[in-house]
């Protein structure tokens, strides 16, 4: 199995968990089949991609809102 160099740290070490469920969460969204032994070697880039993607968007939704004061 290929070495993970990920150098992406959580600042948050415990959102680690959430972080998972989103990324699956995303993918059924936008029905995509994402692997659940975690392994998105089979995936295209697309699909990586949109997942990616569409995290930053909903974790910048959720930010903004919690800036305005409107996060419950």
């Known amino acids: 199995m290929a070495q993970n160099n990920n150098t992406n740290d959580l600042v948050v070490k415990q959102s680690s968990g959430a972080l998972e469920q989103m990324k ?8 995509i089949s994402f692997p ?7 995936l295209t880039s697309f699909e990586n991609g949109s997942i990616g993607g569409y995290i930053t968007k909903r974790l910048v939704t ?4 919690q800036l305005a004061g409107q996060y419950k």
Do not use: K, M, P
């Open 62 to 65: 959720l930010a903004e809102q």
């Open 24 to 31: 699956y969460e995303v993918a059924q969204e936008l029905g």
């Open 36 to 42: 659940q032994d975690g392994y998105a070697g089979n």
